[in-house]
């Protein structure tokens, strides 16, 4: 379901892979780092969680569980046992965006966004921000900003800008000021909405024009009507092209010899490619 690919989207995330195969959701949420990501997750999406003792279970909503850095509500005597989830409806969107020094570092600031499209407006919008703050939170501001408006660029924008207004207590580090990391709040909310919106074009089929043809890297960028071009190597129409075909695989010719700047292409989208620098 969508719960389940946005979980997966945000694992890839996570350290490196032995590290998230290892660590559990309720030790994340338990260890309660800002940085971490499955408690962003459940900032985010209003998880329940489950503490057990010998004095037997009891519920705590999230807004009441992280009480600051690796700071829980939980009691000496009490283990996490538990974290509910809710389902999301269908055509929820959702998007994620961190920034992080180096593939698998933790993250300096993170953003999670989620929220439906009813008559052309959004709806039940969901932000949350991590690593920002001593913990993660929903950023009721930055909803504020969304909630009824159409999805466009500028709308974006100002959630982000609402977010970034609306973060208190920054973090700071010896490497990470308090400054960055709140314009790192603004781009991160950004552009996880832009994700967001964007999550549903892998699969579509679009006729576009070749706008550039790169020689030097067997490639050429094709005007799909979308906000970026896209990019089409000759290597990709070389296979297409071997797929209709029962003999051996011919080595790959040149972009110049298969399309032209000007022609008419059908392309398909299979992968979307965004830039990780905070800008």
């Not at 800002?34 to 459940?42: D, K, M, Q, R, Y």
């Not at 920002?132 to 500028?154: F, H, N, T, V, W």
């Not at 089929?205 to 990019?231: E, N, W």
């Not at 010719?253 to 022609?263: E, K, N, R, T």
Request: glycine share 10%; charged share 20%.
């Amino acid at each position: 379901g969508l719960l389940g690919k946005l979980l997966a989207t945000v694992v890839n995330n996570i350290a490196h892979h032995p590290i998230r195969t290892r660590g559990t959701f309720c030790g994340s949420l338990a260890h309660a780092d800002p940085s971490s990501e499955w408690c962003l997750v459940a900032a985010t999406l209003g998880a329940t969680m489950t503490a057990r003792s010998v004095r037997g279970a009891r519920p705590v909503a999230v807004g009441d569980f992280f009480m600051g850095v690796m700071t829980t509500a939980l009691e000496p005597d009490e283990l996490l046992v538990e974290a509910r989830l809710p389902l999301l409806k269908d055509g929820t969107k959702f998007g994620f965006y961190e920034m992080s020094r180096r593939a698998g570092d933790f993250a300096m600031g993170m953003a999670l966004a989620v929220y439906r499209v009813e008559g052309g407006k959004i709806a039940e919008p969901r932000i949350g921000l991590g690593g920002i703050e001593p913990q993660p939170r929903r950023i009721p501001e930055a909803e504020a900003a969304l909630s009824g408006k159409a999805p466009s660029p500028d709308v974006f924008r100002a959630a982000g800008e609402a977010a970034a207004a609306a973060a208190k207590d920054i973090r700071e580090d010896e490497r990470t000021s308090a400054e960055y990391r709140r314009e790192l709040a603004a781009t991160g909310v950004r552009r996880a909405l832009e994700r967001a919106g964007r999550r549903g074009l892998v699969g579509n089929l679009y006729k576009g024009r070749v706008s550039r043809v790169l020689p030097g890297m067997q490639a050429a960028f094709v005007d799909i009507g979308l906000s970026r071009t896209a990019f089409l190597h000759a290597g990709d129409i070389a296979r297409a092209a071997a797929a209709d075909s029962d003999g051996p695989a011919a080595p790959v010719p040149g972009i110049a010899s298969l399309v032209l700047p000007g022609q008419d292409v059908l392309v398909q989208v299979v992968q979307l490619v965004v830039s990780q620098c905070p800008q």
